[in-house]
């Protein structure tokens, strides 16, 4: 059986569409500070001795929305945080660390303002050789929106493009 190098596939130039759901990415990070700092009060609570119900704290809503305004960031920076995530995305799925994004791209998300980014967009990622000469790296990742089907983003999953138009 022939093996193949994963090297060689990163190399190959290809074009593949993604659909990035934003809202998860942005999001993620205070969902996960609001369990550790739940975590966090109940041990403290158990650590000086008070007759509570434990359970009841981790799994108190009141607790949690109260600490959300504290962990959280700031939404006035939501758009460019989308950019660096989909910088992200695109660097993790091509495997260059040289990230080009497409002005209609960032049109796109600053289209509805700083703060509402859209929760879904589709993306098309062609990996491309570097013809720069005193380029870093011999591949780049340049990252364009794709268009959306009527039926909508949900259930899409990753496609692969034959040859560009």
Known sequence: MVE???????EEIVTREYTINLHKR???WVNGAIELMNYH?????????LEIYVDHIYTDLKLGAAFLKLLSGT?????PKAIKEIRKFA????????VRVDVKLNKL?????????????????????????????????????????????K???????????
């Open 91 to 98: 660097q993790k799925a091509m495997g260059t660390t040289d």
């Open 109 to 153: 998300i600053w289209s509805r303002g700083i703060r509402s980014v859209p929760r879904r967009v589709r993306v098309r990622i062609a990996r491309k050789r570097n013809d720069e000469e005193d380029a870093k790296e011999e591949l780049y990742s340049l990252v364009t929106v794709a268009e959306v089907p009527p039926e909508g983003l």
């Open 41 to 49: 009060l109940c041990h403290f609570c158990l650590h000086i001795g």
């Open 4 to 10: 193949k190098s994963n090297k060689a596939r990163k």
């Open 26 to 28: 942005l999001h993620e």
């Open 75 to 79: 939404f006035k920076k939501k758009a």
């Open 155 to 165: 259930g899409l999953g990753t496609k692969v493009i034959d040859d560009e138009d």
